[in-house]
């Protein structure tokens, strides 16, 4: 888990989501937090995430001795970014499946409500525009990892693991394998979250349609062609 380095996990939640207490107990969110890595190692690969967790477990927060290699200096900032952009969206992630269980109170007696003259439950209208505010951050937080993972691609360690995982290596096996090449025929925000998750669609429509259009020779040359 990318969370808890010397039990400072709820400082390192209210550092990523500023509207929460101080006070609020870390150990609480293991369970969300789980919940919401096997979500992102399904856009960002196993690979990746055990190498920033080995980095977070290891390393972060250490700085490189002075004698380190420019090689050496480079991984550790690039790793120390990677900790904070997946904290963040871990983080968000996780509030947000934790939020609706704190709407009510699980007692002995069932689920109840606490009133008192200065609390008040929200209203459902007020509930449901925070539950989409939250998955918006979330989305944001991911977006934002993936826009640093993009635009870093020929560093380490992202090179070594994302760059080679199954995911990346079947969107850029695709014509259509960039936001900006799908953003010409239709807008998407520039979201590589949504690119990343209709991969397998994007496929299907270029090897059930496209594809046949071509003979096996003229296909391949097309296409090892365009992908250099």
Known sequence: MIFNKSNNGSEELKQHIGFIY???????????????????????????????????????????????????????ETSTELVDLVQSALAFSAYRRYAPFQDVTHSDKGRQIFVSDEEKPAFEWQVERDNANLISME??????????????????????TFADSDNYKKLKDLFVNSVETFEEIFPINGSRRLLLTITPFIREVQNKFIRPCFTVENWDIIKEKYLD
Do not use: C
């Not at 990892?145 to 380490?156: A, Q, R, S």
């Open 22 to 76: 101080a006070s609020v107990n870390f150990a609480n969110f293991p369970t969300y937090i789980k919940s919401a890595t096997r979500d992102l190692k399904k856009l960002i690969g196993s690979e990746l995430y055990n190498a920033i967790e080995t980095f977070y477990k290891n390393s972060y927060g250490t700085e490189p001795a002075e004698n380190a290699t420019e090689a050496a200096i480079a991984l550790y």
């Open 139 to 160: 989305h944001d937080q991911i977006e934002t990892l993936l826009e640093f993972l993009f635009e870093n691609i020929d560093k380490e360690p992202i090179v070594s």
